[in-house]
């Protein structure tokens, strides 16, 4: 079997996926605004010039994925994914470093996109060009999809996958490169969001006890929305964390005068396979049920459910892949393979869904992803692009 640490050490350029990131920041990508397709022409270049194989797949006008393809010259194999979105998120306002510069400070990479996920995009372009080098070696392929629409409606991948399905491949692993700080996440939780209405009784302030305060009534169930997200940390997936419940917006009334009959708020939840989406629900219930009992007055409530369910996803830690990323991290310097929950969700769970083992491993921390000054380090852009090279080559050419 080759000695893929060596034999990467001798080819490896770490200036490479910094110049690469340091490009791909410079191209404007705001999901939906037309930047995408630059940064997926620039990319596709990138590969032309190396004779790696591209693939335009139109999503939607002006709007496309990029697929890249490597194959192992020694036949059939494993085959191995990585993916990425192409989109970030609007620019935004509160910058002190120019969001397209691609500055570089203090071992920092700056600008918008760079943390999510330009910089593992930039370390996923590169081994792709290292795997490529190796492919002689090699069995199987590996594969790079770049999807757009990620930061919007998951356009993207959604299409991808249909032509996934349609094509009858078969992808044995799958790594999405989002910001996990080089941490080796499994999967993520599960999200939805409830609309509840809280019905009371208007009337004229003057005669406020002769009406039912909505906003009262809703404060007292936010209150214990509050008070049960504690209790749920008892419920703590390992691998994925704590379901919670968050009440993220509220609105009620119509004049300061006036005793305010309804009062809506939306409730965002986080699911684990444990404590699913029906326990979500019946706990929302029981607790508005309970503020109910200890009121005199009945009132009325409403529960909808506003956004579309994403499932909870999480692999084994068994699985050949895991066992070989950690491995690939050990190897590199100063790195030490930890497992930690994704806090948010991401498109992960579409591959999950369509039968394809999915873990999530990239470089930056999402506590920078959506930011002004969204930066990512570039000592982890270089340790991610070596780590998903020993990946790819180790699990295309054995060892
Ligand atoms: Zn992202």
């Known amino acids: 079997m080759p000695d893929w640490k060596a034999l990467l050490d001798n080819e490896f350029d770490l200036f490479e996926p910094i110049n690469l990131a340091q490009n ?6 705001v999901s939906g605004e037309g ?19 591209v693939e335009w797949q139109e999503v939607e006008e002006g709007r496309a994925n990029l697929i890249a393809e490597i194959e192992g010259i020694l036949g059939e194999g494993p085959n191995l994914l990585f993916n990425g979105h192409l989109d970030t998120v609007p620019l935004g306002s509160g910058w002190t470093y120019p969001p397209l510069g691609g500055e570089i400070i203090e071992n920092r990479l700056y600008g918008r996109g760079a943390c999510d ?45 249909k032509s996934y399905r349609e094509r009858e491949e078969v992808i044995d692993f799958a790594l999405v490169g989002e910001p996990t700080g080089l941490n080796i996440s499994l999967g993520h939780r599960g999200v939805a969001a409830y609309q509840v209405k809280v019905r009371g009784k208007s009337c004229h302030m003057g005669i406020a006890e002769r009406g039912v305060n909505a906003i009262y009534l809703a404060s007292q169930v936010i209150q214990s929305i509050e008070k049960k997200n504690q209790e749920l940390k008892k419920f703590a997936d390992p691998d994925l964390g704590n379901p919670t419940l968050h009440v993220g917006r509220i609105q009620g009334g119509t004049f300061p005068n006036v005793v305010p009959d309804t009062c809506g708020f939306e409730v965002d939840v986080r699911t684990v396979p444990d404590f699913p989406l029906g326990r979500m629900e019946e706990t929302l219930q029981d607790i508005l ?10 009132f009325n409530y409403q ?5 579309p369910y994403l499932p909870p996803v999480k692999i084994s830690r068994d699985l050949e892949g895991v066992k070989i990323l950690s491995r690939s991290i050990s190897d590199v310097p100063g790195e030490i393979p930890t497992f930690a929950p994704f806090p948010a969700s991401c498109e992960a769970s579409f591959l999950v869904e369509a039968g394809i083992p999915t873990l999530i491993f990239g470089p930056g921390r999402i506590e920078e992803a959506h930011t002004a000054n969204e930066f990512v380090s570039i000592t982890q852009i270089v340790a991610a692009s070596r780590i998903y090279s020993l990946l790819a080559l180790r699990f295309l050419g054995g060892e």
């Open 289 to 298: 049920d309970s503020v109910q009992q200890e009121k005199e007055l009945k």
């Open 24 to 29: 791909l920041v410079r191209i404007p990508s």
């Open 303 to 307: 529960i909808d459910q506003s956004i």
């Open 35 to 53: 930047g995408e397709v630059e940064l997926a022409r620039f990319i596709a270049n990138y590969f032309i010039d190396r004779q790696i194989k």
């Open 117 to 161: 996920m330009k910089g593992a995009l930039a370390s996923m372009m590169y081994a792709a060009y290292i795997v490529s080098l190796f492919a002689p070696s090699l069995y199987g392929k590996l594969k790079l999809v770049f999807v757009v629409d990620e930061e919007g409606s998951n356009l993207g991948v959604k299409h991808w996958i």
